[in-house]
C-alpha cells in the first residue's frame, strides 16, 4: 500500500532535511519531485497542483526558512496538509440509536463483501445489524450476501426471486425480517420491533454506470431514506475510481466511501483524490480479503505511514484485538527464563498471523519502510510454519534432541530441504542464545515497555 510513492517521498524529504540552510531553490526543486511523484502515483493531476500550491505557501513561510531545522518543518508541514488532503474532518458513520445504511458502486468493487465487512464491524461495535439483499440482477450476489452473513452469525434478508421492481422487493424483505412495515413522518420505512438497530442495503452494481443503475438506485434511496450512502470504490482502479465516485455523488449525493483493495494498490492515487474531489470523506478501507480486513479510516494515520512514520496506534489496536492476553503473559514470562521452546513459537506465530498480513505490520511500524531491501516472503513464512508444525511435540519441546536423521524426517515432512531445517534451527538457536544474555534481554524489554508507554 503506497509503497512506491512513500519510498518516493521518504528519498526526497531525506535530501532535504540534508541542507543546512532552505531556500526557495531547494523548496521548488523538492516540490517538483514530489508532484512527479504524486503524479505517478495516479494522483488526480488537478488535485497534485493545488496541494504542492498549498504546501509551497506554507513552506516559505519565515517560521521555515529561519528554522534550526528546516527539513524537518517541512516534513510536518506535508503530513499536516497531507492528513488534510486525506480528510481531516472525517467523521463516523453517522447513525444515531439506529439507522440504516445504503451501499452502492460497481460490480468487483468489493461491494457484497464490504456490507459484511461492515456489518461485522458494528456488531463488535455493541450494534445489531441485518443485511438485506437488494441486488435483484444477480441472484449470485445475494448468495455471496448470504453465506457472509453466516460466517458473521448476522442475519440475512433475501428478496423474492421472482420480483423485478426494488421497492417491493425491500418492502417485502422488511416485512420478513418481522419489523412493521409501516412509514414514519420522513416518510421512510419503519422497523419497529425488528431487533436489530442498523440495516445495511447491499445494492445491484453494473460493470460502468448506467442510467438505468442510477434511476434504480436513486428509487431505492428515496424509498429508504437512508442515513448513510456509502460508495464503494476499488482502489486498484486508480483515475477510473476517482472518476466512478464523482459520478455517483452526483447523482446519488453519497455521504462516504469505502476504499476497497488498498493492500494491493502500491500506487495509492485514489485515495489521495477522492476526497478533494468528491468533497465526501473516505470513511472505511478494505486492507485483505478478509472478513476482518476492514478499518475505519484515519486520515493522520495514513499520512503517517506514507511519510514512514509508521502507526503504532493501529499497530495496537489490532495487537490487543488479536493476542489472548494471558498467552502474550505466558509468552513473557518464557522469554525471561529463556526457556522458549518450538512450541512457544508456533504460538507466537499463530498470534501475528491474526494481525493480518505481516508487510502490513511492518508498514506500521516507525521507520521500517526506511530499511532498504525490507520485505516479507510469505511462502518463506508458510515454509517455517510447515516445518515447525513436522516435529513431535518433544522435538519442539526440546530442540537440542533433533539429530541428522530427524532433521531428514522433518524435511520430508514440510516439503523443505534439509537446509532449510538447518536454517530454521540455527536462527533459533540464536535466538535463545541472546535471551539468555541478560543485557540484551533488558534492553530489549525496556524497548517494549517504551513502545506500550
Request: charged fraction near 25%.
Amino acid at each position: 500500500m503506497f509503497t512506491d510513492l512513500s519510498d518516493k517521498l521518504q528519498d526526497i524529504f531525506k535530501e532535504l532535511r540534508g541542507h543546512g540552510t532552505i531556500n526557495e531553490s531547494n523548496i521548488d526543486a523538492a516540490l517538483r519531485q514530489v508532484r512527479l511523484a504524486l503524479l505517478e502515483a495516479d494522483v488526480d493531476f488537478q488535485v497534485a497542483k493545488k496541494f504542492i500550491a498549498r504546501v509551497k505557501e506554507k513552506a516559505l513561510g519565515e517560521t521555515v526558512l529561519r528554522s534550526i531545522t528546516p527539513g524537518q518543518q517541512i516534513v510536518k508541514i506535508f503530513h499536516d496538509e497531507l492528513t488534510a488532503l486525506l480528510g481531516g474532518d472525517a467523521a463516523p458513520v453517522n447513525l444515531g440509536d439506529s439507522g440504516r445504511i445504503l451501499i452502492v458502486g460497481l460490480n468487483g468493487s468489493g461491494k457484497t463483501t464490504s456490507s459484511a465487512k461492515l456489518a461485522r464491524l458494528l456488531k463488535k461495535q455493541g450494534r445489531a445489524p441485518v443485511l438485506v439483499a437488494c441486488d435483484l440482477q444477480r441472484p449470485a450476489a445475494i448468495e455471496q450476501l448470504a453465506t457472509l452473513g453466516r460466517q458473521i452469525e448476522v442475519p440475512v434478508f433475501t428478496p423474492d426471486p421472482a420480483e423485478k421492481n426494488v421497492e417491493r422487493a425491500v418492502a417485502a424483505v422488511l416485512a420478513q425480517s418481522g419489523g412493521q412495515n409501516s412509514r414514519d413522518a420522513s416518510g421512510a420505512p419503519g422497523f419497529t420491533g425488528a431487533g436489530h438497530s442498523v440495516e445495511i442495503f447491499d445494492t445491484a452494481g453494473r460493470q460502468e454506470i448506467d442510467e438505468a443503475l442510477i434511476q434504480e438506485l436513486k428509487r431505492l434511496k428515496e424509498f429508504l431514506n437512508p442515513q448513510e450512502t456509502l460508495l464503494v470504490v476499488d482502489a486498484a482502479t486508480g483515475q477510473q475510481a476517482v472518476s466512478v465516485a464523482s459520478r455517483f455523488n452526483e447523482a446519488l449525493s453519497i455521504t462516504g466511501i469505502i476504499l476497497t483493495k488498498l493492500d494491493g494498490d502500491a500506487r495509492g492515487g485514489a485515495a489521495l483524490s477522492m476526497r478533494e474531489v468528491t468533497r465526501q470523506p473516505i470513511k472505511f478501507t478494505g486492507t485483505g480479503e478478509k472478513l476482518d480486513q476492514f478499518e475505519v479510516f484515519v486520515p493522520e494515520r495514513l499520512a503517517g505511514r506514507i511519510l514512514g512514520m509508521g502507526d503504532v496506534v493501529s499497530l495496537v489496536e489490532k495487537a490487543a484485538e488479536a493476542i489472548d492476553e494471558e498467552e502474550a503473559a505466558r509468552l513473557e514470562r518464557k522469554l525471561r527464563t529463556a526457556s522458549f521452546d518450538f512450541n512457544d513459537f508456533l504460538a507466537q506465530f499463530k498470534m501475528m498471523q491474526r494481525m493480518g498480513p505481516l508487510e502490513n505490520i511492518l508498514g506500521m511500524l516507525p521507520g521500517m519502510s526506511n530499511v532498504q531491501g525490507l520485505s516479507v516472503d510469505e511462502k518463506q513464512l508458510k515454509r517455517t510454519e510447515a516445518i515447525v508444525l513436522s516435529m513431535t511435540n518433544e522435538e519442539r519441546t526440546r530442540p537440542g534432541i533433533l539429530n541428522a536423521r530427524r532433521r531428514q524426517r522433518i524435511a520430508r515432512g514440510s516439503g523443505c530441504t534439509v537446509t532449510e531445517v538447518n536454517d530454521l534451527l540455527r536462527r533459533f538457536d540464536q535466538m535463545r542464545k541472546m535471551m539468555k544474555s541478560t543485557g540484551k534481554m533488558k534492553k530489549m524489554m525496556a524497548q517494549l515497555a517504551r513502545m506500550r508507554s
